[in-house]
């Protein structure tokens, strides 16, 4: 009996904050005021920024040219693979009614091409293009090896359908001089992309470290032809080849092509004339139905042309200042109930406690004894 | 010890269905019967090794897996791991193995320990040492060798190793004492008592002499009933046959006390033994929630088949145009093109469902336990729920069932012990209408003065002197308590000494036995103790009276009462009788019976609990034949019960009344206001009990379960017999239903009840009516209904004179009415446990009847107030707690995967994931892991204090308010808006924005173009933000450790994204995440979009919350809105309208 009071002290819980449940702690207080000035601040949030984007996409300029169909012959030619070699060029004049200042990019625009498709996306071999093992064809199928089973290199469902088109943007000053607007072609990777992700073996020569090699079946010319003039551009560094390895996240994309050398005429950007794209023509869309298109663009800190930001921001901003007059209207209309429910429910208390004490000194027998 | 004892014998042994006989016969020391004694069927034994672990070290791994792997969602789990295994899957089989497989382990590991400690603790018993004889000799072996038949020696504080009957002791009587607290948890003394003729055998050579042999039956469980025979040869004479009863049998498990040594025969072995067979697995209970939940969790399976048929089937539908199926930059493999379109199809599917599969989390069940585990601490923790008194604090059995504390809405209790203190002190006695009461009744302390009485009649006449001393007499002898002797010394003096030094502590099973006892020690009589069967009092004059206990007709719940007979020194033989007021009355045929029962009446409405006393003297034929019935009956092998209460019955009749007693149970600390709580609280209370009516009526006014205005409704015996229960029934109901109209309308609105409320009471008899299947079928269930129909709309119930299976079916029929209302029963005796056992959520409360009830419940609390906390808070905040867990789970992997569907939709059916792999793994597991865990531990929605002061709170989460399909399909909705959200805004982003990164970063001024994979980070991104944002906003209490958790976590993300992508990991065959979400954080517009797209998808239900706060509040966001009322004394408060409530979710 004597031992129990021990027992007791040592199966007392611990009087934590914790284990009572008591720890100290901030409570969230959604009071009229502070849900207001929130919901308040907010839509001012949103309409502000949604201003801004809208202002700021107002300077964007862009021109996109679809040109499936204006090359109307080359296309058909392209319905057929056998044809693939062929040569097949096409210009598409326009003109440029506004200027585009600052750095204009080009791009090429895919629709209903799915990159993103697993088996796709999954067909090509990291390992061959960092040069650790050019000959490591592994998960590449079905572009491992060619008809006579040399490697491809690089090999893969996403290296064989790289685009090729060429497109060169000509500035028609006079209908006699035809200036080719200087386009930059680096820079147009992710730079980590570019310097660490792809790596060419480390031999001056490329061919040769690429010999014993197929190109890709649908390529015009071997990976180390890429760009010859520019042999930091070439093989698996190759700009266009790295961002065309990105795999892009819907069928319908825009891949970066060129960026504008701003010099001579275009120190500040694309003047105002006509111009005209020469393409040559190889990359065959209509055998999937889809199309393609070369977009100019300029670019601010916001991004693109897109109003998509700016719209959706001050919809949401719009939104919000409204739900606030909702909120504010119903408490008004609240606050008139409650301050005569008020007043009742403060003289309901008392009697509601003499209730209670009448309850509490209760008799017992009466009831009972029917 | 204790624990694992009991957690040792947790399978049962499945004996052999070989020799399955009604009886056993075992030869003591394994001798044969001499030659002419009746043939017996040799029968194999099992050895006395028991066997609770489940495991071996070989069958583990494989018995454990197949185990485990029979719970549904584990197999579902495993089934979409081999899935991902076998056939060619965009994810990983990791992200679904490594989870599986941490779930598995841990679980494997914990069961592995709890099996080792059961093998441990099965060792520890298979081989403690046990003393046989063998030859005569003492011999030691390991108890696990011990055979049925052997002889065996047990010591002083030893437990027994099987079932024994007892053959002999060192004490010249024959007895022993032994305590059962780990079989049954009493821990009085128990005496038992050795075979008459083997008593004599004190020496090893004597025990070895012994010839005979035992019939008895086969193993039952029962603990407290055993019958057998034993047949002793002599040499010469015809064997002896001896009746076993109980009192016979040491049961394994128990310990040997005050006794030197004893001698018995094994009879029971190994898992035969009662205390085996008695471990009764628990059936596991299953709450309301998990019961939800795994309706919301076939809901889930179900989209997630469509999702995974529709995305085939569409598949199929787009490929159809061969350009999309096999395009020229994306051609097929020949093994794929020639492989069956229809098996093709079939792995579409599979794979469509491993992708969409993370949609049911194994990390949810995991939260789901942890929350349950480590939440069930909060419980024991719990300081108010400590009794300082007795030094209990609560027991949490089970961690299954915390959130059903939320949802009770029916309490059963139990009467004495849990409404009461079952801590009894005699308050009067009525001898002869004469009433006596004792100067101080203090709960059993006995005050020096307190010899005195207090005559309130006149003072009796010499007849009446005698009555009276005769009648303290019957009350010190009529009983079964046993005196503990602190000091041997001390009682050798006891007699000189004044009664009430303090000598001798009163132990009994029945408290009211001690208070009558040392209530009657008050009053002059002393008790002093049982020796050699002769029972010593002291008398007024200080002289010890020596009485000759011949028999003790020992007290059942049937018979409610108990005789004893008695040899007085001067030879005349007495029996005196001690029984409810019921179970006396018609047996007596003297006395002053009608003032008597007006006393007996008058006391029991004043919530005492009466016995009444009786006496006959019995001349010597008179107790020679109730000897030999008695003998008779308990010589009996076959329906000895019956046999013995038919002579019990024979026995005490003709008795004349001496008087009654009455003993005050006190109410319990702060029952009625606990009670007034629990029913402001929405909560029906009925209390069951086996008490007489009147009794348990004034403690039911007393701890205002009724009302002054309480219009009471009796379905008793009594008025059955008047009228038939068809009648009485149905003028009930109607009674009760006429208003019905107007009182379903109250219910809603807490106490205004005053007007139309009800009380009902029904006693054992009429419910057995109720209960019992009539013969022509149809009307039985007539009755049931109607009888439920009143029930429903009393707003107190009482249930007098049940008993412990009625507690039970009660319990049951409540249970499986119509609304299946979730169930609750407290109570502390061992007469609860069926009760306990039958209702969703048992209580104990840890009482004095012994921790039988404690031990099965699954919760068990030291008093009946703490009740109150464990519903109103523990209970409210578990609920809450989990509900939300459960709720926020599925939204937040409906927002995980619905984009993951929408993607199809863009990727040409081909199963891309959006997310990456180490995304998808973690997603469930780390990153949004903890805060919802902490939530469920933490979240207090409203304080503590003001759900104790506030129990109407408890009616907002009433009939699993929050999980009610309503709220389900909102959090899904808005799981699938937020989804939507995600997804199409980073979708026309992409499409139409130029994302770029501004040139600030880099070196040169590059913008970018962003592949799918920096997409998919996008959109992960803006999941993880919102979801967790979301959960800060439901979350009310945040203490540092949420504050801690919350921001932790998305800093976590950010920081393992940053990791993951700015290394290439040597491990990865990939490199597709390397600079990814650097890029993405690069970008301006990714900025401005992520907040935009959170903001977006929080709103809405921001608005939702404060419109439904506004227009519909419940009541607790009505106490929210009030308290921050009293604190930050503004007028512009939120949502302080009283506008009648209305439920929202």
Redesign the interface.
Known sequence: MEL??E??LS?????SAL???????????????T?LSIYIA?GVF?IA?GTI?LFSAKNIREIEINYTNICANCAEMREN?LNFDKECTCSIPFHLQEKMKG?V?M?YKLYG?????????L?RS?RQLLSKDIWDVQDC???KVSHNDTPIVPCG?IA??MFNDTIILSYILNSSIHIRVPMLKN??????DKY??FRNPNAINLSNEFAGSAKPP?WRKPVYELDSDDPGNNGFLNEDFI?WM???????????YRRLYRVQYFIEGLPVGNYSFNISYNF?VT???GEKSVVL?T?I?????????GL??MM?GL??LL?SA??WI??LM?KK??SM??Q??MQDLPCRKAEVDN?VS????????? | MDCSLVRTLVRRYCAGEENWVDSRTIYVGHKEPPPGAEAYIPQRYPDNRIVSSKYTFWNFIPKNLFEQFRRIANFYFLIIFLVQLIIDTPTSPVTSGLPLFFVITVTAIKQGYEDWLRHKADNAMNQCPVHFIQHGKLVRKQSRKLRVGDIVMVKEDETFPCDLIFLSSNRADGTCHVTTASLDGESSHKTHYAVQDTKGFHTEEDVDGLHATIECEQPQPDLYKFVGRINVYNDLNDPVVRPLGSENLLLRGATLKNTEKIFGVAIYTGMETKMALNYQSKSQKRSAVEKSMNVFLVVYLCILISKALINTVLKYVWQSEPFRDEPWYNQKTESERQRNLFLRAFTDFLAFMVLFNYIIPVSMYVTVEMQKFLGSYFISWDEDMFDEETGEGPLVNTSDLNEELGQVEYIFTDKTGTLTENNMAFKECCIEGHVYVPHVICNGQVLPDSSGIDMIDSSPGVSGREREELFFRAICLCHTVQVKEDDPEDTIDGPRKSPDSKSCVYISSSPDEVALVEGVQRLGFTYLRLKDNYMEILNRENDIERFELLEVLSFDSVRRRMSVIVKSATGEIYLFCKGADSSIFPRVIEGKVDQVRCRVERNAVEGLRTLCVAYKRLIPEEYEAACNLLQAAKVALQDREKKLAEAYEHIEKDLILLGATAVEDRLQEKAADTIEALQKAGIKVWVLTGDKMETAAATCYACKLFRRSTQLLELTTKKIEEQSLHDVLFELSKTVLRCSGSLTRDTFSGLSTDMHDYGLIIDGAALSLIMKPREDGSSSSNYRELFLEICRNCSAVLCCRMAPLQKAQIVKLIKFSKEHPITLAVGDGANDVSMILEAHVGIGVIGKEGRQAARNSDYAIPKFKHLKKMLLVHGHFYYIRISELVQYFFYKNVCFIFPQFLYQFFCGFSQQTLYDTAYLTLYNISFTSLPILLYSLMEQHVSIEVLKRDPTLYRDIAKNALLRWRVFIYWTFLGVFDALVFFFGAYFMFENTTVTSNGQIMTTNINMMFGNWTFGTLVFTVMVFTVTLKLALDTHYWTWINHFVIWGSLLFYVVFSLLWGGIIWPFLSYQRMYYVFIHMLSSGPAWLGITLLVTVSLLPDVLKKVLCRQLWPTATERTQARNKCLSVEQPTVFMLSQTSSGLSF
């Open positions: 129990i009071p027992q007791n199966r007392l819980p611990e009087n284990k009572q449940q008591m720890l100290p702690a901030h409570k969230l207080k959604f009071s009229i005021t849900v907010t949103c920024v984007l693979a750095d990019y791009y091409f799915y990159q993103n498709v697993q088996q796709y996306s067909s990291n199928a079905p572009f469902a064989n359908s820079g147009l990777a992710w730079w980590t660490v992700k649908f961002v990105r795999t892009a996240a819907f069928p319908t994309f825009k891949k970066l065959p055998r999937f139905q663009s670019l800190w916001s991004g693109g042309s897109s109003l998509f930001l959706t921001y949401t939104l919000t739900a909702v909120i119903i408490y609240k109930n409650t429910s008020l009742e429910s309850a209760e008799p017992k027998v009466s009831a009972v004894s029917q």
